[in-house]
């Protein structure tokens, strides 16, 4: 063999090795904050939270300014992310407390199936009960780590080591094996610790620029406020030591770093209802091998539905061969590839959001049914059973909406007024059947036009659109006749029906707060 020609060939062998040997599939990291809503993030602009792992994250990833969670309620949000599918379509998944549903599999059982390690620590999908079809106990984010424990810096933190049991987790996987890790974060969920935020966090009043208009603007909503926001900063300050635990191995750069919360922070008119502040959240997403052009902000619509497909892509795994039902939601990938800012793919143009049943405080444990949809300009909600209290009953203290300081200071204002206030009406008032909002002009879904003149051809057309998709999709509001549909699902929590049954004798103790009577 000519002398020149063995180093070409040898180059043409490493070439052909190089080519044919196989791809370490990329790791897959799951952050979910509890109780996190847009844009309470620095990296959004809010001077009053400080975020630098997420802003890093988005930093040398995306970051989504229009991510939306379907429903904004704990276990029923969760399951949208786990399935893929959105709640409508998900039977018992879409109520709160409930048995989620065996005829479907989660994204991480479909990745162990193909060979990926899984687990998580701190809060998983929660709360429910979870069983596979022959009545024995599943985990559908496989087994937990929640040995490690740390000194929390308010009484309202969780005592969990979040890095340290992902640590252990590592340690555990076996060598070149890819795996998938669920980082449920306990915060900002409440209770909290009142005045946190100034009296440890150091913050001050005056830093929040401005308290939303459905609440009064008062030094215990103010505190409340930066008492969440500490909260949020602890779950920050634990993501960020989960990243240099994956630098330390040498496992950051492939993995799939997805950094969320499962609905909108836990006060009056937000979390559990249909708004902005409670289905709007953020999102910041960090993965090398599939965003080659990191940095940029987003504005596209996406929803949860969007990331278990996202995930299964990530991992290799087409949809037929995960043995999910059929997604809903359609894989972020060609967002994340693009080198574009802004709207990437104009057919995300929007979102569709609902609720059923939450927490228990109405009659026979009823929910409150709403269906929306988020445009580019316009939030359109339609509650289809608007003689029901939105938070729960006055007289059983509004039970579907947390406790929490502001709530309180809502509840004082009206009963030391003797009549109802705007406030109140805002966040514990009936509603109408209909409601529209200009995001632009009116970002805290104040002022519905659905009751205003000149704006009946916009509404007439978002129901429209919002209706045929809902049908399109076999949503049972619309395809069935059975109005409680999702109300028969019984609650897996006997705690909430026996308050439920104590409420219909007529010995349930009122809370302090309570009302007595509706107004």
């Given amino acids: 063999m000519p002398r020149l020609l063995l180093p070409v060939l040898l180059v043409l062998f490493c070439a052909v090795v190089a080519v044919a040997a196989p791809t370490r599939r990329s790791n897959i990291l799951i952050a979910l904050a509890d109780d996190w809503s847009f844009p309470h993030a620095s990296a959004y602009g809010t001077r009053w939270v ?4 997420f802003d890093r994250v988005a930093r040398e990833g995306v970051l989504f300014s229009n991510a939306y969670t379907p429903v904004a309620k704990c276990s029923a949000s969760r399951a949208t992310l786990l399935l893929g599918r959105n709640p409508w379509q998900s039977g018992a998944a879409f109520v709160h407390w409930n048995y989620f549903p ?3 599999r989660s994204y ?7 060979g990926y390690a899984i687990g998580f620590t701190g809060k998983g999908w929660s709360p429910g009960v979870a069983r596979f079809p022959d009545g024995s106990p599943r985990n559908v984010l496989g087994p937990g780590f929640q040995a490690r424990k740390l000194q929390p ?14 640590s252990d987790f590592l340690d555990q ?9 669920w980082y449920g974060g306990n915060e900002p969920h409440r209770a909290y610790e009142f005045r946190s935020g100034v009296n440890k966090g150091g913050k001050s009043l005056d830093q929040i620029d401005r308290v939303p208009g459905y609440w009064p603007d008062h030094p215990d909503v103010r505190h409340d406020l930066l008492d969440y926001a500490m909260e949020i900063e602890h779950f920050d300050t634990q993501l960020g030591a989960i990243l240099e635990e994956l630098a330390r191995r040498g496992e950051l750069d492939n993995t799939l770093v997805i950094v969320t919360a499962d609905n909108g922070m836990p006060f009056p008119r937000v979390k559990g209802q249909v708004y902005e502040a409670a289905s709007h959240l953020p999102l910041a997403i960090r993965w090398p091998a599939g965003i080659p052009h990191p940095g940029r902000t987003v504005t596209d619509f996406v929803s949860f539905i969007d990331l278990a497909p996202t995930v299964l892509a990530a991992a290799g795994i087409l949809p037929e061969a995960s043995g999910m039902a059929a997604f809903a939601g359609r894989d972020l990938s060609p967002l994340l590839a693009s080198n574009s800012n802004g709207r990437v793919d104009p057919s995300r143009d929007h979102v569709m959001l609902g609720r059923e049943r939450h927490d228990p405080g109405r009659p026979h444990n009823a929910g409150y049914p709403v269906r929306a949809i988020v445009t580019d300009g316009y939030l359109f909600l339609h509650n289809f059973a608007p003689e029901r209290w939105p938070s729960g009953n006055p007289e059983t203290g509004y039970l579907d909406t947390d406790a929490a300081a502001t709530r309180d200071v809502l509840l004082q204002t009206r009963r030391a007024q003797g009549v109802t206030n705007p406030h109140w009406e805002l966040n514990f008032g009936l509603r109408p059947a209909d409601e529209l909002y200009a995001l632009a002009d009116d ?12 704006h009946a051809a916009q509404l007439e057309s978002l129901r429209r659109r919002l209706f045929d998709a809902l049908r399109a999709e076999g949503d049972p509001r619309l395809t069935g006749n059975d109005p409680d549909f999702f109300d028969r699902y019984p609650f897996a929590n006997e705690a909430f029906n026996d308050l439920y049954e104590r409420w219909q ?11 007595p009577e509706p107004r």
Avoid: M, Q
Wanted: charged share 20%; proline share 15%; aromatic share 8%.
């Fill in 50 to 53: 400080n975020t630098p792992n």
């Fill in 173 to 181: 996987v076996p060598a070149d094996s890819p795996w998938c890790f």
């Fill in 108 to 114: 991480p059982e479909a990745l162990a199936a193909a």
């Fill in 505 to 515: 004798r007529g010995d349930l103790k009122l809370p302090h707060w309570a009302d």
């Fill in 153 to 166: 810096p308010t009484r309202g933190i969780a005592n969990v080591d979040y890095a340290g049991n992902l």
């Fill in 443 to 454: 970002p805290d879904n104040i002022r519905n036009l659905a009751l205003l003149p000149g």
């Fill in 102 to 104: 065996p005829e479907y």
